[in-house]
C-alpha cells in the first residue's frame, strides 16, 4: 500500500480546519509530523490536494473529490479497530438533532440507547436544519434527525416518522374560546414563530401557503420554550409540534387552537452523507429511532 492510515488522518484534519498547526493538535502530532506525512502523501501520488493561501491550506477539486472516499475508508478502519478492541460493541457515534427532535425525543432515546450498548459513547449536537445538514454534509456529524424537507446531491434522505403541528394561544386570548379557526382569524392574530432555516418554519410557511405574505409575524425566535412563554404572556399565538405542547395542554397554561382547513402534518427524517460509510453503529441508531416511535 503507498499511503498510510495517518497520512489519510493529516489529509482528513487538514482539510477540517485548513490549517495544519490545528490539524497536529487535533492529532496529538507535532507539527512538523503533520507537516511531512501531508506533504508524503502528496508527492508519493505526485498530486497538489490544497491551494495554499497563506498560512491556509483550502482544499482543491482533487481534495475535495478524494476527501469523502477517505473518510470512508478511515470509518471502516476505525469501525474494525472498535471490533478487535471492543467485540464488535459500538464505540462512538456523533449524533445531530435539530431542537424540537434533540430536546423532546432524542434524549431519551439516546439514553436507552445507550443502556442497551453500555460501552457505546454517543454525542448529540442540537441545532436547527440547517445547521445540522451542513455538519452532516461537511462529515462532522455520522447522522442527523431533522424535521425540514431536504433536496440535497450530497445528502441521503430517509422518512423516519410522522409529527403534526399545532396552534396555540394563552387560555384568555380571544382566539381560546373559538373551536374553528378560519383564514379571516389567522390573519387577525399576532404570530409568534420558529426563525428561517428550521424545520417547523418551513412547515409552518407550507401549511400558510396562499396567506402567508399577509400574516403578521411579530417574533421570530430560535427556542421552542421561549415560544411557549411568550404565548403564555400573551403576545401572539405560536405554532409547534404537537409534542412540544403536550405537558402545557395538560397543565392548562397553554390551549389549542384548531384550523382543520390547512395541512399540519409533516415528517422527521434520518439524513447521512451519501458517500459516508454506513457503519454498524449508525445502523442500530437507525433500528432503535424506528422502533421508539
Not at 500500500?1 to 496529538?28: C, D, S, W
Not at 430560535?222 to 411557549?228: D, G, N, P, R
Amino acid at each position: 500500500m503507498r499511503f498510510t492510515l495517518k497520512q489519510l488522518q493529516v489529509f482528513l484534519a487538514v482539510a477540517n480546519h485548513e490549517n495544519v498547526t490545528l490539524a497536529a493538535v487535533e492529532l496529538a502530532m507535532s507539527q512538523s509530523a503533520a507537516s511531512t506525512a501531508l506533504k508524503q502523501l502528496e508527492k508519493r501520488f505526485d498530486v497538489n490536494l490544497f491551494d495554499r493561501i497563506g498560512k491556509r491550506l483550502q482544499l482543491n477539486e482533487q481534495g475535495i473529490a478524494l476527501r469523502p472516499k477517505v473518510l470512508a475508508l478511515i470509518s471502516r478502519a476505525e469501525e474494525l479497530e472498535s471490533s478487535l478492541i471492543r467485540h464488535n460493541e459500538i464505540a462512538q457515534l456523533k449524533v445531530g438533532a435539530t431542537l424540537t427532535i434533540g430536546n423532546y425525543l432524542a434524549v431519551e432515546i439516546m439514553a436507552k440507547f445507550m443502556q442497551q450498548y453500555p460501552a457505546a459513547r454517543v454525542e448529540l449536537d442540537v441545532e436547527n436544519t440547517a445547521a445540522i445538514a451542513a455538519k452532516v454534509r461537511n462529515f462532522e456529524l455520522d447522522i442527523g434527525l431533522v424535521e425540514g424537507e431536504l433536496q440535497e446531491a450530497d445528502l441521503d434522505v430517509r422518512q423516519w416518522r410522522d409529527d403534526e403541528l399545532a396552534l396555540f394561544c394563552a387560555p384568555d386570548h380571544p382566539l381560546a374560546g373559538n373551536p374553528r379557526l378560519s383564514d379571516a382569524d389567522l390573519l387577525t392574530a399576532r404570530w409568534i414563530v420558529r426563525e428561517k432555516g428550521s424545520g417547523t418554519r418551513q412547515a409552518f410557511d407550507r401549511a400558510m401557503a396562499g396567506i402567508l405574505s399577509k400574516l403578521e409575524l411579530r417574533l421570530e425566535l430560535q427556542h421552542t420554550e421561549a415560544i411557549k412563554r411568550a404565548v403564555e404572556k400573551g403576545l401572539g399565538i405560536g405554532c409547534l409540534s404537537k409534542i412540544t405542547l403536550e405537558e402545557a395542554f395538560r397543565r392548562g397554561s397553554l390551549v389549542q387552537l384548531a384550523a382543520p382547513h390547512r395541512n399540519w402534518t409533516r415528517k422527521f427524517y434520518f439524513i447521512l452523507h451519501r458517500q459516508k460509510y454506513l457503519s454498524s453503529g449508525v445502523r442500530s441508531w437507525m433500528e432503535y429511532c424506528q422502533n421508539a416511535v
